[in-house]
Structure formats: structure tokens, C-alpha cells
């Protein structure tokens, strides 16, 4: 059974660049959410997805958006990047939305420059 | 907003000694999850707690869960350093997670 995984493990990104977050769910997981991390912050709900649909999000701007592929898969993608955009971006998959564990990928580390 | 409030934020103790945090909130939840989360990884989840008064035990980690599902606490017993981490609560069904206790545990 292969966990979640995400790429890149590490970014660096300019003020007012695009960037794209990539993650891979765990085999037979439908649901993906994603977080943000900032240094010394429990993780911040962005929002998640269920079967290729947004299911829920938090509170963050339309400038963060995202997708979910037919095979689970997800990307999250900043625009008009900010310097309080850089943190740790976690994704995390699970088999459907209500109460099931969550499996967390390590991270993908953006520095906003 | 269901806001979670944990403490202390970090703790730094010897090998061998006793601890206790806290997650505390002014709302009730239907159930509280905690997670520890080690550098460079993803939180890993420890346990679900989701009656009023539950006491869990997970080796030498014992959670419970407030008899008004408003609260919980982790308490580790003899601690190693391999306890060493930032331990999360989260809030299950909002996605809602606290800012976390960052462990030390000295050798």
C-alpha cells in the first residue's frame, strides 16, 4: 500500500509568481484535503475535495484553488503568491468525507521571497 | 468557530518523567482527535476520542476526553525521547486543528 506523497518537497517562489502543489492519495482513498502550516501553527483547513468535487473550504482566499483528478490525485495552486504564503502545504487523503482517519503526506515547504 | 486553545506550547522535560497537555475550547465537539506530528513529516494520528469522560490508552499515552466534550488532555508516563514531537489536537468534522505542543524529551 503505497502512503500520501507530494511534490515538491521544497519551493521558492517570488512575490506575485503562481504555484502548483502536487499530491498522490493513498491506494483506495476518494477524498483529499489540504492544509496550510505556517512556522509554529497547527495546520489551517484549505479546503477539500471529494470524487474530483470541491467538498468544503476554509478560510482562504479564491486566489487559492485547486483540483482533483479521476485517479484521486490533487493539486492545490496559489495565485498572486504573498509573502504569508510561505509555510508547510500538507495534503492528506482518506477514504470518503465525515470521520475517517486522515493519512497525511509529509509536506510540501513554500518560501515566498 | 470552534477554536481550539492547547498548552503549554512547548515543554521540555528528562527522560523518564511524567506530562500532561491540554486542548481546551469554549465549544463542544462531537469528537477530538490527537495527532503527533515529528520534523519534516505530516501529523500522524494518535487516537479519536468521541464520548463525554472517555479515557483511551495507547502504551504510555492516556487521553481523555471531558465529561462536557468541550476538553481533553494527553498524559504521557515516563516519557522517552522518542516521544519527542509536536502533538496536535484536532477538532474532527471542522477540520479544526490547535496550535500544538512542541516536546522535547531530553535523554
Known amino acids: 500500500e503505497t502512503g500520501v506523497t507530494q511534490s515538491p518537497t521544497h519551493l521558492i517562489k517570488t512575490r506575485g509568481q503562481q504555484v502548483t502543489l502536487r499530491c498522490s492519495s493513498q491506494?483506495?482513498?476518494?477524498?483529499v484535503s489540504w492544509y496550510q502550516q505556517a512556522l509554529g501553527q497547527g495546520p489551517q483547513f484549505i479546503f477539500q475535495y471529494y470524487r474530483e468535487e470541491e467538498n468544503g473550504r476554509g478560510n482562504f482566499p479564491p486566489r487559492f484553488s485547486g483540483l482533483q483528478f479521476p485517479n484521486y490525485s490533487s493539486e492545490l495552486n496559489v495565485n498572486a503568491l504573498e509573502l504569508d504564503d510561505s509555510a508547510l502545504y500538507l495534503c492528506a487523503s482518506s477514504l470518503r468525507t465525515g470521520q475517517e482517519t486522515q493519512y497525511f503526506g509529509p509536506g510540501t515547504r513554500l518560501l515566498v521571497l | 468557530t470552534q477554536l481550539l486553545e492547547q498548552s503549554p506550547q512547548f515543554l521540555s522535560i528528562q527522560e523518564g518523567e511524567n506530562l500532561t497537555v491540554y486542548c481546551n475550547s469554549s465549544?463542544?465537539?462531537?469528537?477530538l482527535q490527537w495527532y503527533r506530528q515529528e520534523p519534516g513529516e505530516g501529523p500522524v494520528l494518535l487516537v479519536t476520542?468521541?464520548?463525554?469522560?472517555e479515557v483511551k490508552k495507547l502504551k504510555r499515552l492516556t487521553f481523555q476526553f471531558g465529561d462536557a466534550r468541550k476538553d481533553s488532555s494527553l498524559h504521557i508516563t515516563a516519557a522517552q525521547p522518542g516521544d519527542t514531537g509536536l502533538y496536535l489536537c484536532?477538532?474532527?468534522?471542522?477540520?479544526?486543528f490547535g496550535a500544538g505542543t512542541r516536546l522535547t524529551v531530553k535523554p
Open positions: 484536532a477538532g474532527w468534522g471542522d477540520m479544526r
Open positions: 465549544s463542544v465537539f462531537s469528537s
Open positions: 491506494s483506495g482513498h476518494n477524498t
Open positions: 476520542v468521541v464520548t463525554g469522560g
